[in-house]
């Protein structure tokens, strides 16, 4: 079971597919990152004017052509610690992404883990049928030859093969349920050839539970741990920053630009000045600083914060609806995990009797007690008990495994 969990939880198509999302999440964070860094840029601008422009004291032309080159480096001074809160943001969004990550592979474990079971219970129920298959067989030949002696009737013959076809036409439901619990088993760990693929059935399973209604709360406690738990907490202080953010708006931004360019401008009618000498004349440094107060902006900032403060108060709500889904599923998986266990120790007592039954009918039959219907009850009756048995046996481990899950403990067999 475990090797399949782990296969499952490396290899499965949908894990693979969510594991993209923390590709996403890590480029944004490198992207918050790298705000810090000034920009830097280069910019070239040519432009042609036509119609009379004066460029010297005595002289127009028709015409001018200009170029313009500058290198430049832009940075914020103070915004409000936009570029703060953003990347502190963009940091608990990469750990949202990975405990929803683990959310997805928690999930699959217990899939995994259930259709491992169904594997199991699909098996067991091959044996049961097969092992019915093998009592008829055995039974109709002692008939066959206690009708060759003349102490049972044709009839009993024809009943018990009338039996018989039925139950090799069970077992044939059964091959395909197998079949069916196989492939989806296999499905989840992305393994395609189904028909020759089998699983290591463990040699024994503890059928106990030492666990008292307190318990759940120790369970809860431990429950906290879980991805969807810290996921929703994170979701609160990815509000809260956002709510930081929208205030940012409120604050002054200074920006500071520096740089180097020059130009090269010349007439078209005029004779041309070399070009290097313009470039080197017209030569200059700049600062530029840029301050901006906001004043009125139709509200939009204090609309944004008082938005980003209702997102907060969802998160809240968030994480306790999420609390209190795990409290529900580990009080119903606590209620199931007793409710199987008492019904598998009945099933137990269930399957002794109708193995008394049989012997009884079997011995009864012998002497011509019995007739071949009251066989084929109690046959069917030992069956049945059996059948509820493996089921009742493994609804009993996927619950108590759940408990475990919850609690934190790995599951395995």
Do not use: W
């Amino acid at each position: 079971l475990r090797e399949c969990i782990d296969r499952a939880r490396s290899k499965n198509t949908l894990v693979l597919r969510e594991e993209l999302m923390r590709r996403d999440a890590s480029i944004k964070l490198r992207q918050a990152r790298l705000e810090y860094i000034p920009h830097v840029g280069i910019t070239s601008t040519s432009e042609t004017a036509l119609g009379k422009t004066v460029t010297l004291p005595s002289t127009t032309s028709e015409g001018i052509e200009e170029l313009e080159i500058s290198a430049n480096i832009t940075t914020d001074l103070f915004a409000g610690l936009r570029k703060h809160h953003t990347l502190k943001r963009s940091e608990l969004e990469a750990e949202a992404v990975a405990h929803h990550i683990d959310k997805v592979r928690n999930e699959l474990e217990l899939e995994v883990t259930y259709a491992y079971l169904n594997v199991l219970l699909a098996e067991e129920r091959v044996d049961i049928v097969e092992n019915q298959i093998a009592t008829l067989e055995a039974q109709l030949l002692v008939t066959r030859k206690m009708v060759d002696e003349g102490t049972r009737e044709t009839g009993d013959i024809l009943q018990m093969e009338a039996q018989l076809t039925d139950a090799r036409h069970q077992s044939l439901l059964t091959y395909n349920q197998r079949l069916i619990a196989y492939f989806t088993l296999c499905q989840l760990l992305e393994i395609d050839d189904y028909r020759d693929f089998h699983i290591i059935a463990p040699q024994s399973i503890q059928m106990q539970l030492n666990m008292s209604p307190e318990s759940t709360t120790e369970i809860f406690s431990a429950a906290q741990s879980l991805p969807q738990i810290q996921s929703a907490n994170i979701g609160i202080d990815i509000a809260d920053r956002n709510v930081k953010l929208a205030k940012a708006g409120l604050y002054p931004t200074l920006n500071l630009s520096t740089g180097y360019r020059s130009e090269y401008d010349y007439p078209l009618s005029i004779p041309r000045r070399a070009f290097s000498r313009q470039i080197k004349d017209n030569a200059n440094a700049y600062f530029l600083f840029t301050l901006n107060i906001p004043i009125f902006n139709s509200l939009s900032t204090r609309s944004k914060i008082e938005t980003n403060r209702i997102s907060r108060l969802r998160a809240e709500y968030d994480l306790r609806l999420a609390q209190k889904q795990i409290y529900q599923e580990i009080q119903e998986a606590f209620i199931d995990a007793h409710g199987s266990l008492e019904q598998y120790i009945a099933s137990v007592q269930n399957v002794e009797s109708s193995d008394n039954s049989l012997r009884d009918v079997e011995k009864r039959y012998a002497r011509g007690r019995a007739t071949s219907s009251d066989y084929i009850i109690a046959v069917y009756n030992c069956t049945n008990s059996r059948n509820q048995l493996a089921l009742a046996k493994y609804q009993y481990i996927y619950k108590n495994k759940l408990l475990d899950f919850y609690t934190g403990v790995p599951i395995d067999l």
